[in-house]
Nanobody, 120 residues
């Protein structure tokens, strides 16, 4: 019914950049907040960045000044621009969105994850 399709992950050298994209498709009535999470091996999943419908943002302290989250409401898409990447950024990145599938029902949805690997 509703799915989040992620793209943009890959292998990059330290100091490089990547841009992740996540597009919602299916029975989307509207989308509230969207965000990016990540989980590294042996570590807990953490919020990387979030963005509200009116484009207010918040970031994990570890990525402030390096990552930028944005959204295109017309395309139901959220982006994560990652600059000055560090090996410790290596993780599986998951997008999340709170989506209304009707005028009265909403729920959280998750993407399948995309691998980001930063080599030293």
């Amino acid at each position: 019914q509703v799915q989040l399709v992620e793209s943009g992950g890959g292998l990059v050298q330290a100091g490089g950049s990547l841009r992740l994209s996540c597009a919602a498709s299916g029975r989307v009535f509207s989308i509230n907040a969207m965000g990016w999470y990540r989980q590294a091996p042996g570590k807990q999943r953490e919020l990387v960045a979030g963005i509200t419908v009116d484009r207010r943002t918040n970031y994990a302290e570890s990525v402030k000044g390096r990552f930028t989250i944005s959204r295109d409401n017309a395309k139901n898409t959220v982006y994560l621009q990652m600059n000055s990447l560090k090996p410790e950024d290596t993780a599986v990145y998951y997008c999340n969105a709170h989506i209304y599938t009707s005028s009265y029902y909403s729920s959280d949805y998750w993407g399948q994850g995309t691998q980001v690997t930063v080599s030293s």
